[in-house]
């Protein structure tokens, strides 16, 4: 049974918490018992991926049936990604890289976006429900939510973007993404301004009265629901494993994750994995120049009353991460009435403090860390002299992070989240070439670095653009009524 971050007596099933996405007092669906879960070492080292995602989903997916789980596993990983292993790890300089940019749209993204339309039209089936997911993007999920849920069955999908703040790569990989069920508008303002636009679509009593007179369920793809959490506690387990099999750590270990880190579902996936059993010495969260939460762990404030800024890294470029509600949720105990509150400062007032005793439970475990944008084309140029390796702009923010503990002789995991050819004009220019057109980047990166392009990037230019529009903030609920009658009618 789920609840939410906010109160213990709203509750769903797993199903139920996957259709909704947020709950409906606004919070965030938590499984209160999730200690519990006992998950020894050897019950997972010699596991495969599909193998440790079928435990992993067992546990947490209290209410499918283990054939369910089963055919989730095959929809969503079956000849989707692109490398035989799902999630490889390579060693490059002292740092162990967990490479999860081998999906379809080569953000790591995919690992749950594949998953969670799955999980979605299982959850589905039974209700005689269609589903409309809304979801606010910086970048990557965006993408990876359109290819997952394209022509899924009894769903439809609009998702925004900031104007201007996505890379030219990512723009054209939205602009061109085909299916009769998916929208995608660049909504004018930060990535801030469109996930506050779609969570306050969600508690939006009257527009979830429309949806549902249509027999349409509003739901999210964002990391805000339990469904895109999941698949990424996987990874975790996998690459342990992977270290063990390999003979770089002895089961039972205690290594270093470091995560590159926007909305903290990706970090907060791996703590999952912590609480459940998984022997980790600390977490890195690793931050770009919007530092607000290397800020907050270090001093216990979250302030989000700053300055924005535009970074070679957009997908970590964020004020409120949402997920971090989850782990207030867990670091204080499960106090509701407390994470309730600062969420409520944080609405009001733009910031909150935490007091001294959650602070200790945090930093027992996190670490934190930021890079500006000079550090971070530095530490992709250096790695590449070094070792011949190309880092993307976000991988690199962790990678610098890490650097340090690596050097004083821990075992760090770094999450490698993008392929770099995402980002080529950032990653050229922090090799000295500067770029002026994006794709040009990217031809001439091709020729430098020894991992090919992903095809479906390499040949994303000439596609045909299907989706143009730039809208307000304002307009954004006039699209989502438009969506539902177009799915209604579906
Ligand atoms: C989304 C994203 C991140 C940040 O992940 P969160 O789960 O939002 O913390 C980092 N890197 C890339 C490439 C991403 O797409």
Redesign the pocket.
Known sequence: MYNSTRCETITATAKHAILKGLADDGGLFVMPNLEEIKINVEDFVNLDYNEIAKLIFSKLLDDFSAEEIDECIKGAYTNTFDNSELAPVKKVGNIFVLEL?HGPTS???DVALTMLPQLMSKSLANAGKKALILTAT????GK?AMNGFADVDSTGICVYYPHNGVSAVQHMQMATQKGNNVDVFAVKGNFDDAQRGVKQLFVDEELNDYAKSKGVELSSAN?INIGRLMP?IIYYFSSYATLVKNGDIKAGDKVIYS???????????GYYAHLMGLPVDKFIVASNKNDVLDEFIKTGTYDANREFYKTI?P??D?LV?S?LERLLYYATDRNTEKVAGWMQELKENGEYTIDGVTKEAITNLFLSGSTNEEATKQTIANVYKETGYVL????A??YAVAKEYADAGKTVIT?S??SPY?FPQAVMSALGEDIDDEWEALSRLQSINKDACPAALACLKDAEILHNKVIAKEEMRDTVRAAIDKLANL
């Open positions: 940019y953000a790591f993204k910086s970048g990557d999920t990876a990391s990424q995560v590159p880190t926007g909305n903290f579902g990706d970090v907060l996936a890294s997908s970590m964020i991460s997920n993307d702009t976000h991988s923010v962790s999450l989240t993008a995402k």
